[in-house]
């Protein structure tokens, strides 16, 4: 059973713009914690935002803040990240992931349910 489906990703040039999306179960988007995570080659899975399901309060990583905005629709048990300013940095493959910890305990070793993540590529 697919619980998260991703979709948005691509090549972009510096500056640029791109907003991916998530589509959970909706089992998953009521009950579970919701958050986008990066890994670029040769890195460690980085936390990017995540998204609280109680008050939709969000929790951008410094290395985004500023820059990329995660939102809900509940109506369509759907997250987003909008990446704004996008640098080479940010090149990467994007997973959503679902886990039912709070947004501050949430860590890649420790993700119940990972999205089968999305190529970014910022290039010149």
């Known amino acids: 059973q697919v619980h998260l489906v991703e979709s948005g990703g691509g090549l972009v040039q510096p500056g640029g713009s791109l907003r991916l999306s998530c589509q959970a179960s909706?089992?998953?988007?009521?009950?579970?914690?919701l958050a986008w995570f990066r890994q670029a080659p040769g890195k460690e899975r980085e936390k990017v935002s995540c998204?609280?399901?109680?008050?939709?309060?969000?929790y951008p990583a410094d290395s985004v803040k500023g820059r990329f905005t995660s939102s809900r629709d509940n109506a369509k048990n759907t997250v987003y990240l909008q990446m704004d300013k996008l640098t080479p940095e940010d090149t990467a493959i994007y997973y959503c992931?679902?886990?039912?910890?709070?947004?501050?305990?949430?860590?890649?070793?420790?993700?119940?349910?990972w999205g089968q993540g999305t190529q970014v590529t910022v290039w010149a």
């Open positions: 992931a679902a886990d039912i910890r709070a947004c501050p305990d949430i860590v890649a070793g420790a993700v119940s349910i």
């Open positions: 909706e089992f998953i988007f009521d009950h579970y914690t």
């Open positions: 998204i609280s399901t109680t008050d939709g309060t969000t």
